[in-house]
Structures are given as C-alpha cells and as structure tokens.
C-alpha cells in the first residue's frame, strides 16, 4: 500500500509539555525504527522494534523518551517534560522481517518537525 | 552516535557532470546503505552494497566499497538538476539492526 506515513507533520510546544509523535508503518513490515534529525548531532537511532521482541531502546537519549507499537503496526514515540534540545526531525522507517541472509532497506516516512519554545 | 565523516560536506556541480561523495566508518560492516534527503524531511534508499562485495551499479549510480580502508564512494554521472539534495550513507553491523548514518554530503546541481 502507501508508503510510511507520520503526524503531525509539525508540531510546536512549550518546554516542559509532553508530545506524541505516531509514525504508521508499511502494511507487511515487521521492523519499525525511530531515528532523530538536529542540526548538531546529525542522523541518531532511537528505538528498533521487531515483531513481538523486546524493543531495542540503546538510542533513547533519556528517560522522557518511550515508545510503543501496538498490535505490530502504528507506533507512538512520546516524549515527556520536553527540553529546547528535543527540537529536530523525528524520522521513523518500516522494513521486512531481517533475514539471516537478507539486509533489507528501510522505508522511511516524512517525519515530523519538532520544535519546542 | 555517529558512524564517520562524510565528504565533501557540500558540492557544487553543473548539470551534465559527474558527482563524487566519500563516506568513511570505524567499525567492521555488514552492509553500507545510500539515501538521499530532499528538503530536510524523509530519506530515500539508493543502494545498498555488502561487505562481501566491492562495486555495484544501479542506473547512473555506482557505488564502491572498501573494506580494508573503511571507506566507500557515491558517484552519480551526468547530474541532473533534481539530483540536488543531501546524500548519506550508512552503515549495519553486527546484530545491530539500525542505521548509523555519517554526516551528509549536500550535493546542488546548477542548470
């Protein structure tokens, strides 16, 4: 079906406020990431998931960062009492099920702009 | 983290011309991954080449890699305007699953 899709597509806030971010994989697609865009630090992972395993979190900069994905489709990234250093792009992707001999391409959708006052 | 340098961090070429992006990383790879960003918003997956291989093409794109310099190169012949945009590359290793993306090379080609 249709690509990645994400919303908002922007999204203004003020420090301290909590914000959901929803990112709508490609049916089919088992893996879904989370990745950050900022000026400073470049392209950063965040969050893998993979069907029902446990969720690789070793790119959540802190606490204030989680993600869920329900029922291995839609996945929300929330972020709690944001910080003016939380403004970037939030990029998340879908792939197919990695295989053993398969590295497949991610499919990314067109993120959403944060920006927090 | 980031996994290398990208260079140049910006390229300036007329239309017709070839285009050559280098990317190089630190640790031992299971593949490397091309995108292109438009615009600042969602990437576009180019190419992809395993560390088991060493050039591969696809359309005006060839792509090489070597390992044993940890480097890789993007070369696009006869730019088009539309292929102004930012290139990164990007790297899988071990279990990881994820993207470690080098910093970018912003490619402008002039009409």
């Known amino acids: 079906g249709a690509g990645v899709s994400q919303s908002p597509s922007n999204k203004v806030t003020e420090k301290g406020k909590d914000v959901e971010l929803r990112c709508d994989p490609i049916?089919?697609?088992?893996?879904l990431y989370w990745y950050r865009q900022s000026l400073g630090q470049g392209l950063e992972f965040l969050i893998y998931?993979?069907?029902?395993?446990?969720?690789?979190k070793s790119g959540l900069p802190s606490d204030r960062f989680s993600a869920e994905r329900t029922g291995g489709s839609v996945s929300t990234l929330t972020i709690q009492r944001t910080q003016q250093e939380d403004s970037a792009v939030y990029l998340c992707?879908?792939?197919?099920?990695?295989?053993?001999?398969?590295?497949?391409?991610?499919?990314f959708g067109p993120g959403t702009r944060l920006t927090v006052l | 983290s980031q996994q290398g340098e990208e260079d140049p961090q910006a390229l300036s070429i007329q239309e017709g011309e070839n285009a050559t992006m280098n990317c190089s990383y630190k640790t031992s790879i299971n593949n490397l991954q091309w995108y292109r960003q438009n615009s600042g918003r969602g990437l576009v997956h180019l190419i992809l080449i395993r560390s088991n291989e060493r050039e591969k093409h696809s359309g005006r794109l060839r792509v090489t890699l070597d390992t044993s310099k940890k480097s890789s190169s993007l070369l696009i012949t006869a730019s088009r305007a539309a292929d102004t945009a930012s290139y990164f590359c990007?790297?899988?290793?071990?279990?990881?699953?994820?993207?470690?993306f080098g910093s970018g090379t912003q490619l402008t080609v002039l009409p």
């Open positions: 990007a790297t899988v290793s071990g279990s990881a699953r994820q993207l470690t």
């Open positions: 998931f993979q069907g029902n395993s446990a969720p690789d």
């Open positions: 992707a879908s792939s197919l099920i990695w295989g053993r001999s398969s590295y497949n391409e991610q499919f």
């Open positions: 049916s089919g697609h088992t893996a």
